[in-house]
């Protein structure tokens, strides 16, 4: 048993809320999962260079001198905000590679938690409310996040064991459920050079849409792609540079409720995640279809699109 919750902001002046907003929603669904919480913020885009966001066990010892280390290595200007635990850095557009190879030779110990023009995410094992004070989740703005609390049933309480999981440029995913044959998807991905840093089951979720859209596949059409190939039941709450995606197996045994007003997208994996939102009283409510596809972009506003699979 998880907890999922998810803000689409179509109100731009709601934006400087959005953290405010999705911080209350994550510690209200804290019984769903008391283990590990974790949050993704699609946020403010810098022309000419990307975000890798890391973490360390030590930042004091780990974090010292990465600035300088990575800009000899990606010859170019790398800058750096430490938040706690995790480091936000700046890097040189198309470097990533580059970046995550070179962390692995001087910074082994630091963990790469996403990449991307926008998305930056942070989560680590502990309640959500400390998880997310500890990051100051609520003073942050954007365009739209997603937010995971977990109960382990899969893998061990750690903060790779956390979601949400990124495995491409400014896409993540949190999931409520288990599949049941990530083991098999996983050498497969690997195969067609998918970084899987984990054992859990829902980052080879997040790598299999990951790898469908590297081929040339829409969030839609991948999101619908995984309702034939991935066994198993689960809810996914995908995020993407643009949007975000949602998507139940086709039996929906995984709690999940949705609420559109002319402002907001959202979505939480139980109604009282929701309560607090503005305007919820006369919003649009109600529960995903099993095995149906519903998507929303920034790119299409104002209006949304849902598919049935």
């Not at 974790?38 to 066990?57: P, W």
């Not at 903060?159 to 459920?177: E, R, W």
């Not at 054992?199 to 859209?213: H, Q």
Request: proline content about 4%; charged content about 25%; aromatic content about 6%.
């Amino acid at each position: 048993m998880c907890g999922i919750v998810g803000l689409f902001l179509k109100d731009k002046s709601l934006e400087p809320e959005l953290g405010k907003m999705l911080t209350s929603m994550l510690i209200t669904m804290t019984d769903r999962g008391p283990d590990s919480a974790g949050i993704a913020i699609y946020g403010d885009e810098s022309k000419g260079s990307s975000k890798m966001t890391v973490q360390s066990d030590a930042p004091d010892l780990e974090f010292a001198g990465l600035e300088s280390a990575l800009s000899d290595a990606l010859g170019g200007t790398v800058s750096m905000k430490v938040i706690s635990t995790h480091a936000v850095l700046s890097i040189p557009a198309g470097s990533f590679e580059k970046a995550r190879q070179t962390l692995s030779e001087v910074r082994p110990n630091v963990r790469i938690m996403s990449r991307g023009d926008t998305l930056e995410i942070y989560k680590e094992v502990g309640l959500p409310k400390d998880v997310a004070a500890r990051f100051d989740v609520s003073s942050m703005s954007g365009t739209h996040g997603i937010g995971h609390t977990r109960m382990a049933t899969e893998s061990a309480v750690t903060t790779m064991g956390a979601h949400p999981f990124n495995t491409g440029d400014d896409q993540c995913l949190v999931h409520n459920g288990s599949l049941s044959n990530h083991n098999s998807l996983r050498r497969k991905l690997r195969r067609e050079g998918i970084h899987i840093e984990t054992e859990n089951d829902t980052e080879v979720g997040a790598a299999y849409l990951t790898w469908k859209m590297r081929e040339g596949a829409t969030l839609g059409e991948a999101l619908e792609s995984a309702l034939d190939d991935l066994d198993g039941f689960f809810t996914f709450l995908v995020g993407t540079k643009d949007g975000f995606g949602v998507v139940r197996d086709p039996i929906a045994c995984k709690p999940a409720v949705m609420a559109e007003t002319d402002q907001y997208v959202a979505f939480g994996s139980e109604y009282r995640a929701l309560v607090d939102l503005p305007g919820i009283e006369t919003a649009r409510v109600w529960e995903p279809e099993p095995a149906t596809v519903y998507f929303w972009s920034h790119n299409t506003l104002p209006s949304n699109t849902e598919k049935a699979a």
